[in-house]
């Protein structure tokens, strides 16, 4: 049975998942909801039932592509496990909190779609992801702000009361404090704990921006609000979940130990590790594991930790990798030597698992920063063009290994330099970040969008037919075409052409980006706001 | 050392259970037996002689860590080696599971395509402890 098989296989099994899991957690809503009504005293027997259900959700449904459900169904069994433990009997407002967690992760089930490590289908007929949802409180003045935002794609909308809110169900919410009272607006953010926090507030002061982060917020702006500043912590903040698990390769020659610390950080912080024991192995490491962080051993038999720490800098590709050491030498003087020769830090043996965790993460999180901010582009956040060819290049090795079809699509805004011309440059930024806002959101996850030049784009889509390509950008399309673009007091409209091109036409990834280019071109000549298949093209002989 | 083979996999949620079938059994090539609780993995791990048993922490009846106990006072199943599987993921419990006599702790959820050489990995290195 191929490999292939088996991703049907599990995948017909999420399916029947699914549809146990939205059964399981309404029984569980049920459950919560029965007991927060309840006059009298929970007995344990009650809330036993309730942690087993919980369990079971944590233990399987990252399993099946809900990590962050299964995250979220850990955190209430242990919330339970605590009541129980602790013998305190549970109020009926904690209960009823409980409830409502449960109900916001059912509803969030129909809105997620599970996440696999490997897509298998094509775009469902029609399907997009959901676009980001963003609640607005605040005075009329932010009426322009929910118009702006919605200008750049995301569900916007003005929700003033708890009830609102709670059936809105906002990723982020945007609060103006300024023309608010914090009993008011702490009302509604209560209903919606898990949306992100943006602040705006009539006041910068140092004073205010420490109640801001005492109040929860995300992200704080004065008035009068930098819109694409805002949009762009906005987007910064819906993106983080997403961001896959960090990386940490261990150089270690005591494997027990080191087996030790990959057990710890995974089961601490999620944290994925690769144990190396032998110093040679190393770069066969860096390069098949590409991680965001390496720990060393300074004393390895054969090649010191600073030695090794030196070799791995030889690469410039390995120089924005923190290298820190791991050793039982607590001598200041002799730390300093080695990080003289190469390495970024050191961490003392023994070592708490909270103090590893706290470090690794940390620094782990820098460096996956780094390296995002190094590989995208500034205005639209996107994948910068050496990255994008990259990415074009493993989609097409992937395919040519398993069969599969990946899509490449050439993407150039039509009539870009009238824009500019007519509007200003400031307006032709807007507009670049507004299709980009609008592929993010309405291409997969798994699908990589990259800026290739002023106006142009590349999305890499990968598990993707010619058909299902050519659908997804073509009503990507028309949504475009159909924003309003505001300059000022004109509002005007923009379109783009397209070229799609499959990896089943062009087994080169070089000749793969031409055949698409060349088809947007075409597109451009059939007269623009239109997507052509790269087959109409002259094929490849 | 001898191959790993045969799995018995102890675990309540059907689901699981049928994913970590298609894991070892099809892309691990391993033999699969699961049960749905301790009382009944006591009966087949007797007849049957795993090589080895994954056996889920918490399940209703008699939870995983009685079950090896109870295991380990049966001859016949006294020397086959226990991994635990389970969602609680504090590094204080990992070793805990490991000083009662667990070999080593899987943690869920799983990748269905790298549990069989999870398993192996923790097999190979059975007898360095």
Redesign the interface.
């Known amino acids: 049975?191929s490999?292939e098989?088996?991703r049907t296989?599990?995948a017909a099994?999420r399916v029947?998942?699914a549809e146990?899991l939205g059964n399981d957690l309404q029984t569980l809503i049920a459950q919560a909801r029965e007991l927060a009504a309840r006059q009298r005293s929970v007995e344990p027997a009650a809330l036993e039932t309730l942690r087993?259900g919980l369990?079971?959700i944590?233990?399987?449904?990252?399993?099946?592509g809900y990590?962050a459900l299964?995250q979220e169904a850990?955190e209430m069994e242990l919330w339970v496990q605590t009541v129980l433990e602790t013998a305190v009997a549970p109020t009926a407002p904690m209960l009823s909190a409980l409830g409502d967690r449960l109900c916001d992760s059912y509803r969030r089930l129909d809105t997620q779609a599970p996440t696999l490590?490997e897509p298998n289908a094509g775009y469902p007929p029609g399907g997009e992801e959901r676009p980001i949802r963003v609640g607005v409180m605040g005075a009329d003045a932010c009426g322009a702000l929910e118009q702006a935002l919605s200008g750049f794609g995301y569900a916007c909308r003005r929700s003033a009361t708890p009830d609102e809110w709670r059936e809105w169900q906002p990723d982020v919410a945007v609060i103006d404090t300024a023309s608010l009272s914090a009993a008011s607006w702490q009302a509604c953010t209560a209903v919606v704990p898990g949306a992100r926090r943006i602040l705006l507030s009539a006041d910068g002061s140092f004073d205010a921006r420490l109640q801001a982060v005492r109040d929860g917020a995300d992200g704080f702006f004065t008035h009068p609000v930098d819109v694409p500043a805002l949009e762009r912590r906005l987007r910064h903040l819906v993106s983080q979940p997403q961001q896959d698990p960090y990386r940490v390769l261990i150089v270690d020659d005591d494997t027990?130990l080191a087996e030790h610390f990959r057990?710890?950080l995974?089961?601490?912080a999620g944290i994925e590790s690769r144990v190396i024991e032998h110093p040679s192995d190393v770069l066969r490491g860096l390069r098949e594991f590409v991680p965001d962080l390496v720990l060393i051993d300074i004393n390895m038999p054969g090649c010191s930790g600073p030695e090794l720490a030196r070799l791995i800098r030889f690469d410039d590709d390995w120089l924005r990798i923190p290298l820190i050491y791991l050793s039982a030498e607590s001598d200041a003087q002799r730390q300093a030597q080695a990080l003289a020769q190469a390495g970024d830090d050191f961490l003392v043996k023994p070592i708490s698992?909270v103090a590893l965790t706290a470090a690794v993460t940390a620094r782990a999180q820098r460096s996956r920063q780094l390296s995002q901010a190094l590989a995208r582009d500034g205005l639209t956040g996107l994948i910068k063009h050496p990255a994008i060819k990259e990415l074009i290049e493993i989609e097409q090795s992937r395919t040519q290994r398993s069969g599969a079809e990946a899509c490449v699509v050439m993407i150039d805004i039509d009539c870009f330099k009238s824009i500019n011309d007519t509007y200003g440059h400031g307006t032709g930024d807007y507009v670049i970040r507004l299709l980009a806002n609008l592929l993010r959101q309405r291409l997969r996850r798994v699908d990589h969008i990259g800026r290739y030049g002023g106006e142009e784009f590349v999305a890499v889509l990968p598990a993707c037919s010619l058909d299902n390509a050519r659908e997804a950008i073509e009503r990507i399309r028309e949504s475009f075409a159909q924003l309003e673009c505001v300059a000022g007091e004109a509002v005007f409209h923009v379109t783009f052409s397209a070229g799609v091109a499959s990896t089943l036409d062009w087994t080169d990834a070089g000749a793969l980006l031409e055949a698409a280019d060349r088809a947007m071109y075409e597109a451009k000549q059939g007269g623009r706001n239109q997507v052509r298949v790269a087959r109409d093209a002259t094929p490849q002989t | 050392m001898q191959a790993l083979h045969r799995v018995l996999h102890v675990e309540d949620d059907p689901s699981i259970q049928e994913v970590a079938r298609i894991a070892l059994e099809v892309v691990g090539g391993m033999q699969v037996a699961s049960c749905d609780d301790g009382q009944s993995a006591l009966e087949k791990a007797a007849e049957w002689q795993p090589d080895l048993i994954l056996l889920d922490v918490m399940m209703p009846g008699i939870d995983g860590p009685t079950t090896l106990a109870r295991l380990r006072e049966q001859e016949a199943t006294r020397e086959i080696p226990v991994i635990f599987m389970t969602a609680k993921v504090q590094p204080n419990e990992i070793e805990h599971y490991r000083s009662i006599g667990g070999l080593d702790v899987v943690i869920k959820p799983f990748d269905p395509m790298t549990l069989a050489s999870q398993l192996r990995e923790i097999w190979e290195r059975k007898d360095e402890r």
């Open positions: 049975m490999d098989d088996v296989r599990l099994l029947q998942y146990r087993q369990h079971r944590a233990g399987s449904a990252g399993t099946f990590p299964g850990r490590a027990e057990l710890t995974k089961a601490a698992d």
